[in-house]
């Protein structure tokens, strides 16, 4: 009500939201569309253009000369200007991606470990993936500024694994103090893979019951657009449900695989030999289909969902589950949604990972109530 | 995009859709306070009030004369001006209440009906109860403008029964079609009771998992302050899980009431007996809660909400019945929300299908893509 000396300043701040929020969403775009996309005059647009190209947000891009007359400038989000990795902390392994402040994947890392390493390890391994992310994309390390991680169990909101049946030294570790980056954020493995669908997934994801399928499984849920935690961050948890054997339907897959295959690679090769038609794989997958199907029934009854992904590693196996899977559905739910293998396969946690601090970055660069924003030529966000 | 002839009268069908929120959401507001909450110029304020005065949505209201000067005239939006009501179709009984655009309710009917009589007879009793009410509220049935209905079963988005397996000649009933109002519109009764939980219960319903607790058994989800219908409507439609027996739940209260005592009272007539003391009812209590929890526990680990809602007729009998579901829950939920009993009673479906006629009735007035608000001298709705 009325107005402060405070109030220039702030609607300053949220000018330099709207027009960094109007070039981001175009890609690149040229005053008069800013114009337009953000509601502001002419001359205040121009004015936070100014401002945004000096601190280095934006940069003016020399078009190529169409036709006669001046060429119309246009200005482009610095999607370069910082680094995201997204974290996936596993029993057999930790996956790394980069990406730009646009998403853009720039480099994938993968670390073997052993469920039985201990905590500090696990986090050298981590740090390691981190380091090796922007080595592969030539980065300098100070360029990533901000850290996703993604892990199994249930993780608190301060980003300390509350537990993990997984993994053995691995409850009671706080992911967002180890990580010396200004931002770090962490969350549940199945609830970041959902996120990453939702994101980057192929259409109509916007409604979903996820089933992460792999060496590790679980359920998550997106709901009208909007990946659902819960109150207690533990939503589609279903180690509370009797009835639902993770384990033991994995157990499916490894009896058909001889024993001296790697536990890590015993699921794919069971893949591998049902697509080859051997009788005893493919019963194994469709009673490991049965078990992932009891589950995601339960999630299916609860929240109707439009459409069902299975996504994980062995989404990429969907040549042979999908259609297992469906008819186990059939037979369990009267109303069976839509069900679709996701396309992100095994990197499905750690695009979620970065997605979140991704999302974490923008809260805080594009919230108005968070001053103005620093200039990107030193690393202070 | 530039502006055609289209532009000024979609203008002020917004402006007026805009001042009409404000006044209604201020109950009785002044042109300054309209001013401020709507961000509009006074002149196209006292414009919009003049036309919404002179076409009976709001009237001036003569202000108590306080202190010196002219009093500033103040605006009321006319809930008198129309009014619906909410249905309850059950299997023993038709409910019925009135309420004002405000959502003011202002009669209560109740209609004995069994679950044998022929779909005609029921239909009939609705009909029945929509005229009981507007008489007992002295109420032209012209004033009744818009008609909600609620029932057991699952009820498509076009308002047809697709199952009811409570009422044997009910499936395939069309709720819309048979009611002659112009506004009319249908949901499955457990969705309608937590509506009405959510729009009228106590504080922090915006999250909750609704336990629906009567002669009908069901659960209904509120997710972030929005009902979660479903893509098939069939949200916590639990008839399609296994290991739930809501029927022989009831059972275990029936069995301790003598077989003389109606089956519509025998519930009341079990938690009377354990409200005494009586030994085979508190346990019969404890079994009736321990088959509900098993339901509810089921919801919570798919939502993770942050309350438990125990609702329904049932709930008026929650001095017996919160406790021994609480003890349940704690046995079958690693995270317990927030239990707590709705006040709502027995009219939380007939309560919830009235705001389910009043949000469609918003929806048709308030959105400016409507056209000009109608005068309300005459039934045009």
Redesign the interface.
Known sequence: ?GSDGGDQPRLRQLNERVVLAAVRAAGEARVAEIVEQSGLGRTAVEEVLASLVERRWLVEESPAIRGRGRPARSYRFRAEAGYVVGLDIGAYSVRGVLTDLDGRMLASIRRSVTPEAPRARRLEAADEVIAACAADARLAASKVWAVGAGTTGLVDPAGTVVHANAIPDWAGTNLVSHFPHRLVVADNDSQLAALAEQRRGTDATE?MVFLHAGRRTG?A?V??G?L??????????????R?VAWEAALQHLHAVVPDDVPTVDKAERAFAAAREGDRAARTAVRKYAHAMAVAA??????????LLVLGGAFSQASDVLLEPLQTELEKL???V?EVRASTLGALCVALGAASLALDALDDRLLSPTRGPLPPLAVRSI
Chains 1, 2 share one sequence.
């Open positions: 009500m409604d359920l849920l709901l009208d909007k659902r935690r819960g109150a207690f961050g533990a939503a589609a948890d279903m180690s509370a449900l009835g029934a339960t999630a299916i009854a609860i929240v109707d969902p439009k739910c009267p109303r949604p």
